[in-house]
């Protein structure tokens, strides 16, 4: 079973089958009854008797690019123009006042809502299906999905037993935008017993590309920096308290070390004053 993040560079020429055939399978794994697939430049959904979400990830007219279609059983959809769709067949039925196609840019119920990945009074954070009512109009338990533009995110984690894996179907991606990531979530949560040398491989970044899928497994530390904006999509939903940061460990470690970003090591400032869960 896959513990670290996988990598699919769908929007490349060609696609990416290999690491897309790796990370469905690694998807799969964790999560039975669930399934990913890849639809490049479609003209329609067939009908299956499956639930199924699929997200718009590139369009070229009619459907806009992180636009969201709900496909009931037996229903097909025909599109206006080709597009590439990324979709997920759950076992929960969607609920009926969901719409059959959500437009986080269009739906006047669909606003800003700061927070999580991006908390800055500005932020670019709509969320599309969520767990709770009180976040957003849209609530469905089998799959979550917010919209996001990840500028200096927290770092943190999702629990093995009650959390939740997670996609960053990215979108766009600001000049010098990264994902950081680490598999080292248990020597990271013990920052006294950190050595320099362990120190300066604990975090590895990512660089994405437009059209990536990035596959992050729970227990597994990530954080947006820079100014990626991608459909953070988790499976199953995005249960509150299912956050846990590690940024007052990861500065623990810098300050007694005496390490920095310079040496491979960073945290993002407001979240290491302290324990974190969200």
Aim: aromatic content about 6%.
């Amino acid at each position: 079973m896959s513990t670290g993040p996988v990598i699919a560079h769908l929007g490349r020429p060609g696609g990416d089958g290999a690491g897309f055939a790796a990370l469905r399978c690694a998807f799969r794994e964790r999560n039975p009854e669930h399934d990913v697939a890849w639809y490049p430049a479609v003209a329609a959904l067939e009908a299956e008797d499956s639930h199924r979400i699929a997200f718009v990830a590139s369009a070229d007219g009619g459907s806009s690019v992180g636009d969201i279609l709900v496909m009931r059983p037996g229903a097909r959809r025909s599109l206006r123009r080709p597009a590439d769709l990324l979709v997920f067949t759950l076992p929960e039925a969607v609920p009926e006042d969901v719409p059959d196609e959500i437009r986080p840019d269009h739906d006047p119920r669909i606003t800003d809502t700061p927070g999580g990945c991006a908390e800055e009074e500005d932020a670019y954070r709509r969320i599309c299906l969520t767990w709770l009512q009180d976040n957003g109009p849209y609530t469905y338990h089998a799959l979550n999905a917010h919209r996001v533009r990840m500028w200096d995110s927290f770092s943190h984690y999702h629990p093995a037993d009650d959390g939740f894996d997670e996609m960053y179907l990215v979108q766009e991606v600001r000049p010098g935008g990264h994902i950081v990531v680490s598999a080292h979530r248990e020597r990271i949560e013990t920052p006294d017993e950190v050595t320099r040398e362990e120190a300066a491989g604990l975090l590895d970044r990512l660089h994405p590309e437009v059209g990536d899928l990035v596959f992050i497994p729970r227990g597994v530390i990530h954080r947006g920096v820079g100014g990626v904006l991608a459909h953070v999509i988790t499976v199953p939903g995005f249960r509150p308290g299912c956050e846990v940061g590690v940024d007052h460990h990861l500065r623990a470690i810098g300050e007694r070390l005496g390490m920095g970003a310079d040496d491979g090591l960073m945290w993002q400032e407001s979240a290491s004053r302290g324990p974190m869960i969200k």
